[in-house]
T-cell receptor, first 115, second 116 residues
Framework: DAGVTQSPTHLIKTRGQHVTLRCSPI?????VSWYQQVLGQGPQFIFQ???????GRGNFPDRFSARQFPNYSSELNVNALLLGDSALYLC??????????????FGSGTRLTVV | AQKVTQAQTEISVVEKEDVTLDCVYE???????LFWYKQPPSGELVFLIR??????QNEISGRYSWNFQKSTSSFNFTITASQVVDSAVYFC?????????????FGKGTRLSVIA
């Protein structure tokens, strides 16, 4: 069975540009969450989606947005990129929105570098 | 507010030594889950264990063991007879369950280097 798939694996963008990151959850998982991991830090929660609805948002600016599609895959969009957006972006899927009951499975992430 | 503290930034041990990674958490919820993840250089977070707040039994899985103590809000992780393949960054995380939305709150991680 395929795990959580993220694309692209690496990306280099220029300040001010826009980026779209993609995530396909494990088959049967209906919840997708996005995390940002800056070098040397633990992952920080950005968004959670369940059944195509936003269920939670972390402390990130409005430049960050996301959506979930009918097949439960998800996109994370970041506008007007800043140097500080350089990070590993991790996607996690779970069966339901109550992740504490079922746990998360993470993808390998997209490493975004803003220059 | 939720908070997870991993005071050890980096630990270096010689192969076959035992090593304990510390995790202290803060939460106002009475029901919560604690996790440990391993992050190898590839970047993927590998799930190791999930423990709910009502189960304080210690757990052992092969060379790995976990000590959960609610009285001290700690959830420590011990690797026995460490191996070079154990070298990675280890994260402790907390998830509250007061609502349907339970994002993980991570500590800053502990980088473990096992030297042959």
């Amino acid at each position: 069975d395929a795990g959580v798939t993220q694309s692209p694996t690496h990306l280099i963008k220029t300040r001010g540009q826009h980026v779209t990151l993609r995530c396909s959850p494990i088959s049967g998982h209906k919840s997708v969450s996005w995390y940002q991991q800056v070098l040397g830090q633990g992952p920080q929660f950005i968004f959670q989606y369940y059944e195509k609805e936003e269920r939670g948002r972390g402390n990130f600016p409005d430049r960050f947005s996301a959506r979930q599609f009918p097949n439960y895959s998800s996109e994370l969009n970041v506008n007007a990129l800043l140097l500080g957006d350089s990070a590993l972006y991790l996607c996690a899927s779970s069966l339901r929105d109550r992740e504490g009951n079922y746990g998360y499975t993470f993808g390998s992430g997209t490493r975004l570098t803003v220059v | 507010a939720q908070k997870v503290t991993q005071a050890q930034t980096e630990i270096s041990v010689v192969e076959k030594e035992d090593v304990t990674l510390d995790c202290v958490y803060e939460t106002r919820d009475t029901t919560y889950y604690l996790f440990w993840y391993k992050q190898p250089p590839s970047g993927e977070l590998v799930f190791l264990i999930r423990r709910n707040s009502f189960d304080e039994q210690n757990e052992i899985s092969g060379r790995y063991s976990w000590n959960f103590q609610k009285s001290t809000s700690s959830f420590n992780f011990t690797i026995t007879a460490s191996q070079v393949v154990d070298s990675a960054v280890y994260f402790c995380a907390l998830s509250e369950t007061h609502s349907g939305n339970t994002p993980l709150v991570f500590g800053k991680g502990t980088r473990l280097s096992v030297i042959a």
